[in-house]
């Protein structure tokens, strides 16, 4: 039977409840459009990018176990791995292989069946590399020439003649003998059991230039080569070289020198991890304080990016000298910085200053070196402002919950460790972490994160450790300064990301914010604590915030007041306001300050104007100002002989002219401008129609529903659309465009057709008797179609 077909036989005797959870477990094997039968999600479960997704989500234990399973494949049981010979490998029972065999079924990844481990025959592939071990020996003697392997054979005895299988069998048989091999290896000279052994425990291929280098069999047939270490065990089957200068042991080799009670690496149970006590009433003191920091740092940072532009590297991210300078500017520390750019970032509230790159004018090619470039407060970000608290805190969190981006962790570090791109990577620990923290003791905490990176490296067995426990020390300290957790312990906002109920925990989160400002003398605003949202934004809008930490400090100045004028407050319900948020009377000074600004706000007035039209007749120009036609303008007379219009200069003459005047176009200096620049208006919005636009493929829904879907489906293949095949069901229809819909439909390709007066878009076709059973992208769902009611769009 076939691995594919073993694979629907499985997930034909699967219960509901068994195959919703497979199909939850592999979720991307749900994307749309959604398998039709059991043949089309096996044909999914055993893509390599979905195989790939699956593996990851192993545990070190279920890893361990699939790896040995593959490992046994390798050594010749392909038509099924005896439970016996896996728990053999790890030297544990046969019922505790049976119960991570029955984890991995749930994935789709391996299932017993008649006794034995059946698994995709994609994965039969080197997973058991990550023990250090080669190439099977059958894969290595199969590329070898024949006088090479007689040479072999006749280093060890074995008879050379024969035909090359013969050569091959015999030099099988004695290399896969365990005994013989540690037999061999235990005459070899020092120097080659040294070598040996880096091969046998350290890695099984070596790059081993000091002793071989671009060289294979044809340069290793020398008496120089054969004195060498490397070429005393290549003449007996224990390496090969290869071309590139890297030398192999094959796995063979490997597990025999390994010793014969020698076991595969098996953690069936987690790392312990220390707690210790922690007060709740502790942990949720501490949240709230850091989650309160965290808007005020996110507002402080994007705010004073609006008086100073945070300048970006060429790589558009903010340098380490932007973060210490503000950091030093705002008395916060780098990671608080640091966390506050990219929750503003992946919030939207901060946008890229793109620079107006020059023309190149002339006959110069040289390519302008690119402008700095800098980061601004959004359009998106006054608006961040006019939520309350709660709501703010929600999207941040969001954000951090759901964005890709290392904020704390030392990416180089963390690159040069798995070779990638690490945010990938970050998103998917950071989770893991905030999970694993949360399932802890309540009302405890971790005492050792070391230890804690030992859990996360279990449950993520497929990364390199070093690299888990960067991230997860980055995670920690990122979960700190967001409020997701304190002391090491997960707080209610951790529990809140997990649940989905994250804007009741946000609510309590800031509660407890100050509300309450002492205002001094000397014209200044002290807020003991975390300012609350409200506080911080009317003080930000009428003074200037000097500090901020345990306690901030704001003062208050003729220009920073004026601010708040120009934004539209009045000194009324300024007065009203900062006496509501005082602790006791407002300071004379302060309201001297506020009432004199007040006074002097608003002597001079500024208008903007498109242009002025200025004539020398007062009569003309009131003709103008009350011409009908030119009401659009927006004239306004200001002077006898001087006429403001709203709208820009080309805009103004154009309707002038087409009103029977006869204006000049001056320049700002007042000389007449004779070419003038016929530039177009900017397309009106409103003029255009956006055609309907598909809703896209629709998301995974409830795996129960597709269980069930999948259960009443039925399992015979599906009639596949042949080149001609609908000719016949459309006789006659040789226009271009009914050849043209045919086409389409026969290749598979996605096609608009006409269907009782409506117009679909559908793909995936499969012809079923007189119907065509087609998936509707714009709906998310499939659909029986007549054949005899389909027409060209």
Request: proline share 8%; hydrophobic share 45%; charged share 25%.
């Amino acid at each position: 039977m076939e691995p594919e077909e073993a694979l629907i036989g499985l997930l034909t005797k699967l219960s509901r409840a068994e195959l919703a959870e497979l199909l939850g477990n592999r979720l991307d094997a749900l994307v749309a459009p959604w398998p039709r039968r059991m043949s089309d999600l096996a044909d999914r479960l055993t893509l390599p990018e979905s195989v790939e997704l699956a593996v990851a989500a192993l545990t070190a234990p279920e890893l361990q176990v699939l790896s040995a399973i593959q490992l046994r494949i390798a050594l010749g049981d392909e038509d099924g791995v005896p439970v016996s010979a896996v728990a053999e490998c790890f030297g544990t029972t046969v019922r505790e292989i049976e119960a991570v065999v029955a984890k991995l079924a749930r994935y789709g990844l391996a299932w017993l069946e008649y006794g034995v481990i059946q698994m995709p025959v994609i994965l039969h592939a080197n997973g058991y590399r990550r023990f250090r071990l080669g190439a099977p020996l059958a894969v290595e003697l199969s590329s070898i020439p024949a006088e090479y392997l007689k040479a072999k054979a006749a280093v060890l005895g074995l008879p050379t003649g024969g035909r090359r299988q013969e050569l091959l069998d015999s030099l099988l048989d004695y290399l896969r003998d365990g005994a013989r091999v540690r037999d061999l290896v235990a005459v070899a000279p020092d120097r080659v059991t040294e070598l040996l052994h880096k091969f046998v425990w350290e890695d099984c291929d070596v790059q081993l230039g000091h002793y071989i280098q671009h060289t294979h069999y044809a340069q290793l047939d020398t008496p120089a080569h054969r004195e060498t270490p490397v070429g005393w065990a290549v003449d007996r089957g224990l390496l090969f070289p290869s071309y590139s200068g890297v030398v192999t042991m094959p796995l063979e080799i490997g597990l025999a020198l390994r010793g014969r009670d020698y076991h595969l690496p098996f953690t069936p149970d987690p790392p312990q991890v220390a707690l210790c006590p922690v007060a709740p009433e502790r942990v949720a003191t501490e949240s709230s304080a850091a989650a309160l920091r965290l808007l005020d740092r996110v507002i402080t940072v994007v705010g004073s990016s609006a008086v100073d532009p945070i300048p970006l590297l060429k790589t558009s991210r903010v340098g380490a000298r932007a973060v210490a300078k503000l950091a030093k500017d705002l008395g916060a520390d780098s990671d608080e910085i640091k966390i506050a750019l990219d929750l503003a970032g992946a919030s939207g509230l901060l946008a890229v200053e793109i620079p107006i790159v020059p023309e190149v004018t002339g006959r110069s090619r040289r390519t302008p070196p690119k402008p700095p470039e800098f980061l601004h407060p959004s359009d998106d970000f006054t608006r961040f402002r006019e939520l309350d608290a709660a709501d703010q805190l929600t999207r941040l969190l969001r954000s951090w919950w759901e964005f890709r981006f290392v904020s704390t962790a030392d990416e180089k570090a963390v690159r040069a460790v798995i070779g990638e791109d690490p945010h990938e990577l970050h998103e998917l620990v950071r989770q893991l972490t905030v999970r694993l923290l949360a399932g802890i003791e309540p009302g405890t905490g971790l005492i050792d994160p070391e230890q804690f990176a030992a859990l996360v490296a279990w449950h993520m067995p497929s990364v390199d450790e070093e690299a888990i426990r960067l991230l997860v020390a980055a995670t920690l300290t990122e979960a700190r300064l967001v409020g997701v957790s304190a002391s090491y312990s997960a707080s209610e906002l951790a529990f809140a990301l997990l649940t989905g109920n994250l804007e009741q925990a946000a609510a309590t989160a800031v509660s407890g914010a100050c509300g309450s400002a002492l205002f001094g003398t000397d014209l200044t605003a002290i807020v003991t604590g975390p300012p609350s949202t409200e506080l911080a934004n009317l003080l930000d809008r009428v003074a200037d915030r000097e500090t901020q930490g345990s306690a901030s400090t704001w003062r208050f100045s003729p220009a920073s007041v004026r601010r708040a004028y120009d934004n539209g407050a009045s000194v009324t319900d300024l007065l009203e306001t900062l006496r509501g948020v005082a602790r006791g009377e407002l300071p004379q000074p302060l309201t001297y300050l506020l009432n004199d600004v007040a006074r002097r706000h608003g002597e001079v007035s500024v208008t903007d104007v498109g242009c002025v039209v200025v004539g020398e007749d007062p009569a003309l120009l009131a003709e103008i100002a009350a011409h009908r036609k030119l009401v659009k303008l927006g004239l306004r007379v200001v002077a006898p002989t001087v006429l403001t219009s709203t709208l820009d200069a080309v805009t103004t003459l154009a309707a002038l002219r087409d009103s029977g005047y006869a204006p000049v176009h001056r320049a700002e200096d007042g000389t007449v401008v004779i070419r003038e620049e016929h530039i177009a208006p900017p397309p009106d919005p409103d003029a255009y129609v956006l055609p309907h636009q598909p809703t896209g493929p629709a998301k995974p829904e409830d795996p129960f529903l597709h269980a069930d879907r999948l259960m009443a489906a039925t399992n015979r293949p599906p009639k596949p659309l042949r080149r001609g095949a609908l000719m016949n069901v459309f006789p006659g229809k040789r226009t271009a465009e009914w050849m043209r819909m045919i086409w389409q439909l026969e290749s598979g390709f996605p096609v608009s057709i006409g269907y009782q007066g409506e117009k679909f878009v559908i793909s995936d076709p499969e012809l079923d008797g007189e119907f065509l059973d087609v998936w509707l992208p714009r709906y998310g769902e499939y659909r029986r179609l007549d054949l005899k009611l389909i027409e060209p769009p």
